[in-house]
């Protein structure tokens, strides 16, 4: 069996149903890409045992793979990205969240920058939200159209639900920073770095799109621990190796 092309890795803790759903389901009507072409991990993180048999059944249904992580400790996302990293079999990687739909042509135009014979490329995505659309509901291919037209680009330059690289590389400087807990910053984090070791950041919303689904957000729960990302972001950002991942 020929090896995929792209692997995408989506952390996840106690997040399922229709939400997950669509995120799936949109990385499975991508145009240009066969199954085979696309390895899907799902990194569970220490959902509880009900969440977690959900997510099992939706990675049946789209041909995801599970790594499960039974543990109690606080959600890390970089440590779960992580895990993925080690086990990705194709050479470029896809990290995102739990919840984004994408348009048809979003990974197929990612693969095209990201494999630009050029440059080493770091490829990025402005995100688009969606508003609250009352009860979640299934969504299909001919629905993004509609749901493009209602969403609204994010002022922010925001990475975190989109950073696609050479998975050699990834490994090489040690994944994301597993220092920074709960929420926020290892992201940034991994851009800064790869900026600095000379990858060249690529945009591609203007070429294709992302859709944040609304849902209520708990990244100020715990404000400290944002503090304390920030602090260590300001101080560890230029260092770009902060470990090392060996695939298993």
Request: charge should be positive; aromatic fraction near 8%; include cysteine.
């Amino acid at each position: 069996m020929s090896a995929p092309k792209i692997t995408t890795i989506i952390p996840i803790r106690n997040r399922t149903g229709l939400r997950l759903r669509n995120c799936l389901a949109s990385l499975r009507w991508q145009e240009g890409l066969s199954k085979k072409d696309q390895e899907l991990l799902l990194v569970d993180f220490g959902s509880d045992p009900e969440h977690h048999e959900k997510i099992l059944a939706l990675a049946k249904d789209h041909g995801a793979r599970v790594i499960h992580v039974r543990t109690a400790e606080l959600w890390n996302r970089s440590r779960a990205l992580n895990l993925g990293i080690r086990e990705a079999a194709a050479p470029i990687t896809f990290c995102t969240d739990a919840d984004m739909i994408f348009a048809p042509d979003f990974v197929a135009t990612a693969l095209r920058r990201a494999t630009d014979p050029a440059a080493l490329s770091l490829v990025l995505c402005r995100c688009r939200d969606l508003p609250d659309l009352g009860p979640e509901i299934p969504y299909g291919k001919d629905d993004f159209p509609g749901l493009l037209a209602r969403a609204t680009l994010r002022k922010a330059m925001g990475t975190g639900a989109c950073q696609i690289l050479d998975t050699r590389w990834l490994r090489s400087v040690g994944g994301y920073d597993e220092k920074y807990v709960f929420w926020g910053f290892e992201d940034k984090d991994l851009v800064a770095r790869a900026e600095r070791a000379g990858l060249r950041p690529a945009w591609i919303h203007d070429e294709t799109a992302m859709l944040h689904q609304w849902h209520p957000t708990t990244k100020n729960d715990r404000l400290y621990l944002k503090y304390k990302n920030k602090l260590r972001y300001y101080l560890t950002r230029h260092l770009v190796v902060k470990g090392r991942l060996d695939p298993s």
